[in-house]
Every structure is written in structure tokens, then in C-alpha cells.
């Protein structure tokens, strides 16, 4: 990617496989797409298990054919299952921990969580939701998208 154009998070997963295997899906359909792996920061950083640690990155012109390109290949192929994303905008661009990494501050706050005074959550970059690892990320769905729902017997109304 050049220097002047702004990368941007299209999938993220907290499975390096995966998310190379998104990447490898993208460039096949002629979009110049990478990952980025944060596993070595977050487990020696922030000395946390690494969540959300795998990015597939894009430049900023291809970001909307990305998404497209995804969203086909998702119906067809389930490729981003264990994705994870925002649950209140849906956006990618997720931190784990929530921390900032730009001050050394961090890791004061880090030693909170080690300590059990502070816990760690997911972070969304685009509208600054935090949420609890324990909750469910992406939902379970069926073969046409539709949530999955117990498929057992439904009591039925005698009229």
C-alpha cells in the first residue's frame, strides 16, 4: 500500500487462518488485501490471550469492493464464521484490549487487569462500544442468513 492512502480493517478475527484465508480470497478477486497480525503486542504488550488480534487490511479506494466481494463469498462460503465485529454498528475496526496504545500508561491500567480491578473488553474504533469477550460476536445463522433457532417441536395451538 503507498504511504498517502489510508488502510482500512474489512474483517477481523481472532484466528490467523482465517483472516489470511479472507486475504487470500480478496487478492484472487484482484484486491490487493494483507493482514495484520497483533498477537506479539497483545500477548507481551498487554499480556492478554490475543483477541481480535488478526486484521485484513485493504487500501481506502477498495474498501467498498472488499465489502462486496466479501459479503458474496460469505453467503457462498461462510468465510468470515468467527469473525468479529461491532454488535451495535458492525464496523471491523475492533481493539483487544480496549487500551489505547498510543501512551505508556497502558500499562499501569494493564496491571489493574492483571490484578482483577479492571476488566479487558473488546473496543469498536468507529463508534467507541466496549463489550465483554463472553458475548456472543457474531450470530449463529442458518443456510440463508437467518438466525439459527432451535429447530425442535413447537407446541402448536388446538383451536
Known amino acids: 500500500m503507498k504511504e498517502t492512502e489510508k488502510p482500512m480493517t474489512v ?6 487462518d482465517k483472516a489470511e484465508a479472507v486475504s487470500a480470497r480478496l487478492n484472487r478477486a484482484g484486491i490487493h488485501a494483507s493482514v ?17 488480534a ?10 467498498e469492493r472488499a465489502m462486496q466481494e466479501l459479503k458474496t463469498a460469505d453467503a457462498q462460503e461462510h468465510l468470515l464464521h ?3 465485529r461491532c454488535p451495535e454498528c458492525g464496523s471491523a475496526e475492533i481493539e483487544y484490549p ?17 490484578l482483577h480491578v479492571l476488566d479487558r473488553t473488546f473496543y ?19 443456510v440463508l442468513d437467518w438466525p439459527a433457532k432451535d429447530r ?6 388446538r383451536g
Open 11 to 16: 474483517a477481523t478475527f481472532s484466528d490467523l
Open 36 to 52: 495484520k497480525d497483533e498477537t506479539k503486542l497483545q500477548r507481551f504488550w498487554f499480556l492478554s490471550k490475543p483477541l481480535a
Open 54 to 63: 488478526d486484521k485484513v487490511i485493504v487500501q481506502e479506494k477498495e474498501f
Open 82 to 84: 468467527g469473525e468479529v
Open 98 to 114: 480496549q487500551f489505547t496504545r498510543k501512551f505508556m500508561t497502558t500499562t499501569a491500567v494493564e496491571i489493574l487487569c492483571l
Open 124 to 142: 469498536c474504533q468507529h463508534c467507541h462500544h466496549t463489550w465483554p469477550p463472553s458475548r456472543v460476536l457474531r450470530a449463529k445463522t442458518d
Open 152 to 157: 425442535g417441536v413447537v407446541p402448536q395451538e
